[in-house]
Every structure is written in C-alpha cells, then in structure tokens.
C-alpha cells in the first residue's frame, strides 16, 4: 500500500515549521510578501484585527513551484467563542493520481512507497496535470528561465529508506506522523474512537479521489475547513482515472461494432460486384 501522512488538525498550532523544513531540505526559497503581522491596526476593532491577522496568515506563502507546503488559517466560531484552525495544503499523493493518467509524455508517475513523483526530463510543459488536479496542486514555475510542474515529493530520498520526510520530523506537536498508511489509517479510526467528542467521525483522504497518502483527522467539519468532501457530494469517491479507463471501455466497444459493420458492408458489396461481373 505504500507510505503516507495523518494530518491531526486539532495538534497544529500554524508554526509552520514544516514549511521552513520543506524549504530547507528541498532547496526552495522563500516567496517575497507583503504586509505582515507587525502591520496590524491597532487603533482598529478586534474583529477588524482578527480579520486583517487571518487575511495576512493566509495570504502569506502560497503553493507555488517553489514552496510546496502551506498552512491555511480558519477562524472558527463554536458557540460564543472563536478559535483558529490550521490545515495543510499539499500534494495528497493519491493512490491513483490524476496527474499521472493525464501526463501522456509519463512525467508523472506513482513510486511503491506512495510518492508521487515528476521526471522533469519526460515533461513537455503542457501543464495537464495542473488543470486535472482535483486538489489544484501542482505548480508551475513561471518565473524561472527553465520552468518545471513542482509540487511536494514526500521527501523521496528519505522515504524510500523508511525515513520520515523534513516536515514530519520538523513537527514540534506531532501534528503530522508519517508510516504505512494502512497503519495511518487505523490510527486515526483509533484516535476518533477513544475520542469521540474531540474528533468528528470522518477520516479525509480514506475515499475522496479513491484514497490518498494525505489523511487528516479534525474537530471541525471539514467542509468549514474549506475542503470538499465525499460526505458533501462535492468530490467523487472515485479514483479520476477510473472514469477514463470508463469511457476507453465504451470507445473500444463502438470501435469493435463499427469495424464490423464496415466490415460486413465491404463483404456485401464485393459480393455484389462479383455477381454483376
């Protein structure tokens, strides 16, 4: 089954230290952004404030082609109080990937131990995986002299030797654990079991798409959460590919039935023109 990540949304705390360690062990740089917290209004109302804080949270380091995790912040009303959210934006690593069905030069492809990889050698820039992502995210690198589809790589030369990727290790609270996602995933029905008024009873990434490396356990609906779920009808619980493996089947079988048809009409005419000669 391969490796993959539990994402616990209630043990983040936004440090983004996964962030700093992705960038460090992948050799990316940091995207220039402008505001920040230091900027905040403080002559402003607090939900002024809290509005601008989430606003420049956000807003801060993007997935680009060159920063492959980010860190979204939710500011969550539960009764008569507000708390903040953090979740996790990469690559899913999904057990049947869109991005490798669509790529006809094979860039794409997806490793035994879970990852989700990029050949920059095979890739023609045509940028099909990015429009057939249903997660939107692989990336383009539009400001390079050579641009590449990047996107996060599991830490490949890490994982494939049983070593947890930068950002797992990074993790002051355990927010993000990394191992046979089989084992994943009965942590996390664990977790929600033991749990029951701490975790809602859903575990993302166990059908949306088919499955993915990428499971996330949370307090909050996920749908709050800004992500489309199998439980809301707003993501299929199909692996994509499987709807072309779908329409291939049909094509195959109209191309059968019109070959013998053609078949069939060619015979009757030669039939006939030996018979008029």
Same mark, same amino acid.
């Given at each position: 089954?391969?490796?993959?990540?539990? =994402?616990?949304?209630?043990?983040?705390?936004?440090?983004?230290?996964?962030?700093?360690?992705?960038?460090?062990?992948?050799?990316? @740089?940091?995207?220039?952004?402008?505001?920040? /917290?230091?900027?905040?209004?403080?002559?402003?109302? /607090?939900? $002024?404030?809290?509005?601008?804080?989430?606003?420049?949270? #956000?807003?801060? #380091?993007?997935?680009?082609?060159?920063?492959?995790?980010?860190?979204?912040? @939710?500011?969550?009303? $539960?009764?008569?109080?507000?708390?903040?959210?953090?979740?996790?934006?990469?690559?899913?690593?999904?057990? +049947?990937?869109?991005?490798?069905?669509?790529?006809?030069?094979?860039? =794409?492809?997806?490793?035994?131990?879970?990852?989700?990889?990029?050949?920059?050698?095979?890739?023609?820039?045509?940028?099909?995986?990015?429009?057939?992502? !249903?997660?939107?995210?692989?990336?383009?690198?539009?400001?390079?002299? =050579?641009?590449?589809?990047?996107?996060?790589? /599991?830490? @490949?030369?890490?994982?494939?030797?049983?070593?947890? !990727?930068?950002?797992?290790?990074?993790?002051?609270?355990?927010?993000?654990?990394?191992?046979?996602?089989?084992?994943?995933?009965?942590? *996390?029905?664990? $977790?929600?079991?033991?749990?029951?008024?701490?975790?809602? #009873?859903?575990? @993302?990434?166990?059908?949306?798409?088919?499955?993915?490396?990428?499971? /996330?356990?949370?307090?909050?609906?996920?749908?709050?959460?800004?992500?489309?779920?199998?439980?809301?009808? +707003?993501?299929?619980?199909?692996?994509?590919?499987?709807?072309?493996?779908?329409? &291939?089947?049909?094509? &195959?079988?109209?191309? *059968?039935?019109?070959?013998?048809?053609?078949?069939?009409?060619?015979?009757?005419?030669?039939?006939?023109?030996?018979?008029?000669?």
């Amino acid at each position: 089954m391969g490796y993959g990540f539990l =994402f616990d949304v209630t043990k983040c705390i936004g440090c983004r230290a996964c962030v700093a360690a992705c960038r460090q062990y992948n050799k990316g @740089y940091l995207v220039p952004t402008k505001g920040g /917290m230091n900027e905040l209004p403080l002559d402003s109302g /607090m939900d $002024r404030r809290l509005e601008k804080l989430k606003k420049d949270w #956000d807003g801060k #380091d993007p997935l680009t082609g060159n920063n492959w995790i980010r860190i979204h912040a @939710y500011l969550i009303e $539960r009764g008569n109080k507000s708390m903040w959210r953090f979740v996790r934006r990469s690559c899913f690593h999904c057990e +049947r990937p869109t991005c490798e069905a669509v790529c006809f030069a094979h860039a =794409f492809y997806k490793t035994p131990e879970g990852a989700v990889l990029y050949n920059r050698s095979k890739c023609v820039g045509c940028r099909y995986c990015m429009m057939g992502c !249903p997660f939107s995210v692989p990336k383009y690198q539009w400001d390079e002299l =050579f641009p590449e589809v990047q996107k996060c790589r /599991m830490c @490949y030369e890490r994982t494939k030797i049983g070593a947890p !990727p930068a950002c797992v290790s990074a993790c002051p609270t355990r927010a993000v654990i990394f191992g046979d996602r089989q084992m994943l995933l009965n942590e *996390a029905r664990s $977790r929600i079991k033991q749990n029951p008024g701490q975790y809602v #009873d859903y575990i @993302y990434g166990e059908k949306e798409v088919g499955g993915t490396s990428l499971l /996330m356990i949370s307090d909050v609906p996920f749908e709050q959460l800004g992500m489309k779920t199998v439980q809301d009808g +707003r993501i299929t619980g199909r692996a994509v590919p499987e709807y072309t493996d779908q329409a &291939l089947m049909w094509t &195959l079988g109209v191309a *059968a039935v019109y070959g013998a048809a053609m078949a069939t009409l060619y015979v009757a005419n030669k039939s006939k023109e030996e018979k008029e000669h």
